[in-house]
């Protein structure tokens, strides 16, 4: 009993860690506000694929060899780190141009864009309780658009990028870690390369007399990779009932970065549309809580 109890508080911190980390990172990249967003990724990229290099065979070795026997698995880690680079593009790029609020809500909305996924490609069927949450959420979006004359096309993109980077990683059938290892091997020579060419041409940020720069930049790979170890030592503790409601910090944390330290605009529209999604986010999360709680009743 005392064993099962350090396990749960012991995986709620990890995860709530791992949360923060996600929730505050936005403060990183903004401290890299000068350079651009496409620089930004590729130090990422190559950075966070140095210290899986490290990390995973001291963990994983054997899932990390049988990675690279499975045609399909590195197939679809091709695919998925196409998805991931054009996230984290995206992510990044929003954030240095003052749009943290709307990169907030794609990923307040990620989790509904996870069952829309699973309905249309994996043909799970929807209960009447996600209906509502998807139709709220879909509600929420439209005000968006309607009251501001502009799709936020920055929300559906981050929130969709993600649902569907899960959803190649499923049939990819990887360990999380190997997964990301895999996926970022098979990005880095060319973020290696595009840093030697800038960097050659005078026009690259790291090593340019900058300290904090540079150090900013080859720290990316370590505040990427920490709140992924966080949160997969967290997640095999707790059950999928906490995690998901832990998983709303990261996103909460961004749009008040973007609100109260950032003067980010948050109009009666955006009132409107965000009481939407957490209400959809509200019904989703009550009916996992129900779900995990029904085979212990039994």
Do not use: C
Not at 101 to 125: H, T
């Amino acid at each position: 009993m005392i064993e099962d109890r350090r396990k749960t508080w012991l995986g709620t911190l990890y995860a709530l860690l791992s949360f923060l980390i996600w929730g505050f990172l936005p403060l990183y990249w903004k401290w890299l506000g000068g350079v651009p967003a496409i620089e930004t990724l590729a130090h990422r990229v190559f950075w966070a694929g140095a210290v899986l290099i490290v990390v995973v065979p001291v963990l994983q070795r054997r899932e990390l060899r049988a990675a690279f026997r499975d045609p399909r698995a590195l197939l679809a880690a091709m695919l998925a780190g196409i998805l991931l680079g054009a996230n984290w593009f995206v992510y990044i790029w929003a954030i240095s141009v003052d749009r943290l609020v709307e990169a907030s809500l794609g990923y307040y909305i990620n989790p509904l864009v996870n069952v829309l996924l699973g309905v249309v490609f994996l043909r799970e069927r929807l209960t009447r309780p996600q209906t509502v949450a998807l139709a709220l959420a879909t509600a929420g979006v439209l005000v968006l658009t309607v009251s501001h004359g502009q799709f936020p096309w920055i929300s559906i993109a981050l929130g969709f990028s993600f649902g569907i980077y899960g959803l190649v990683k499923k049939i990819g059938r990887l360990n999380t870690l190997v997964s990301l290892l895999v996926e970022l091997l098979l990005l880095a020579p060319v973020a290696g390369i595009y840093i030697l060419i800038i960097g050659r041409a005078g026009e690259g940020a790291f090593a340019a007399g900058n300290v904090m720069i540079t150090a900013l930049l080859a720290g990316a790979g370590i505040v990427t990779v920490t709140p992924l170890l966080l949160f997969g030592a967290g997640a095999r503790r707790i059950p999928l009932s906490r995690v998901g409601f832990l998983q709303y910090i990261a996103p909460t944390a961004m749009l008040l970065i973007g609100t109260v330290l950032y003067d980010e605009p948050f109009t009666p529209a955006h009132a409107v549309s965000f009481a939407l999604i957490w209400a959809a986010l509200a019904i989703f999360t009550v009916t996992i809580v129900r779900g995990q709680r029904r085979p212990r009743e039994k």
